[in-house]
Every structure is written in C-alpha cells, then in structure tokens.
T-cell receptor
C-alpha cells in the first residue's frame, strides 16, 4: 500500500540554522511527492513537488530531491527564518489515482 | 485566479445534528477532494469527486457523504454528528484531466466543533 513516514516533531531552531525534515515513503507504482506547509489557522499550501526519480523540487529556499533508491524526499533549507514557523507535511500521490497520502506533519518553530 | 474557497469557516453544532459544508474549487478544476484533519489522526482522506462522480473514497462511515455539482462546486454532509467529528475539514481541488497524478490546492478549511 501507500504510506508516508515523516520525522516526528516538534522541531525548534534558531534563525539562520539549517533545516532538515526527513520523509520516507512506501508506494506502488511511480508516485509524485509533495511538501505542503500549514500556517496557524490556515489550510495547506503547496511548497514544492517532484514527479519522478532524481527530480529536485524547490521554492522559497526550500529543496527536496526525489530519491527512489532510498524512497525518501527530505526537506531542506539552508537558513531558516522566523516566518518559516509552521507545520510541514510530506505527501505522495500514486499514479493509480488522485488520492493523496499525508505524513503526520512536523511542527517547526524558529526563534530569533 | 481565485483560490479554493470554503464556507462557512467555523461551525458549532450539537451531537445528533447534521451539517453541510461547501467548497468552491479553483476555476477550471474538475476534481474536488475532502480531508478531515484532527490532532490525533492527522489528515485523513474522505472522498474525491470528479465530474459529479465519486471516484475515490476513504475509510469513513456512511454518515459522511458528498456530492459535486455541474459547476464543480462540492458539498460535504455529515449526519448524526458525534463529538469525534470535531475537526478541520479541508477541501482541495485539482485539474486532473486523466488518471495521472495532479497537484492539489487546498482551501482554508471549515472548523467544525461538535458539543
């Protein structure tokens, strides 16, 4: 079946620190992989995506590379800001349907 | 282009009542999916509608139902509300012109509280 395992939180970092949030997946077929971000009181916003192996998604300084050999899609940012404080969700969508499978979310707090 | 809109944003109901939530997708999007988000269970898929037909369904009881109209707007209904139905209900739309994967765009959600 399809599933996503995401790094447990919460994560607290100082401003300008390096961020890694681990995400691994199990999927049938060839899934697309996504990172979504949820700010307090809001819905989910697409952060980045990758649709095939070795693709790198990037947006707003965040990056993630689709690694088929390790079934991973880790999120990274070189220098976090206070405004990056949010909950981050890793997700996959199987090419056999439009159903998304989400990880449990990782809460990030960045302190000045 | 306007984003996904959901109404109402907040609802308070009592046990045993029923509730209807509404979702308007991004213009041109034909697929609408619904999710329930709770602190304990995270994001759980309810169902997906495409061209007025339910295409996928998650593992929820029959009290949860939905429909989609010809303009792609969708409604979700929960009957005989239980305390455990208190959650943030998220709607997501995508273009989805085939069975291939497609990016989903989420609305702000409807916060349902059952007393």
């Amino acid at each position: 079946g399809n599933s996503v395992t995401q790094m447990e939180g919460p994560v607290t970092l100082s401003e300008e620190a390096f961020l890694t949030i681990n995400c691994t997946y199990t999927a049938t077929g060839y899934p697309s992989l996504f990172w979504y971000v949820q700010y307090p009181g809001e819905g989910l916003q697409l952060l980045l995506k990758a649709t095939k192996a070795d693709d790198k998604g990037s947006n707003k300084g965040f990056e993630a590379t689709y690694r088929k050999e390790t079934t991973s899609f880790h999120l990274e940012k070189g220098s976090v800001q206070v405004s990056d404080s949010a909950v981050y969700f890793c997700a996959l969508s199987s090419n056999t349907g439009n159903q998304f499978y989400f990880g449990t979310g990782t809460s990030l707090t960045v302190i000045p | 282009k306007a984003g996904v809109t959901q109404t109402p944003r907040y609802l308070i109901k009592t046990r045993g009542q029923q509730v209807t939530l509404s979702c308007s997708p991004i213009s041109g999007h034909r697929s609408v999916s619904w999710y329930q988000q709770t602190p304990g269970q995270g994001l759980q898929f309810l169902f997906e509608y495409f061209s007025e037909t339910q295409r996928n369904k998650g593992n929820f009881p029959g009290r949860f139902s939905g429909r989609q109209f010809s303009n792609s707007r969708s409604e979700m209904n929960v009957s005989t509300l239980e305390l455990g139905d208190s959650a943030l209900y998220l709607c997501a739309s995508s273009f989805r012109d085939s069975v291939s994967t497609d990016t989903q765009y989420f609305g702000p959600g409807t916060r349902l509280t059952v007393l």
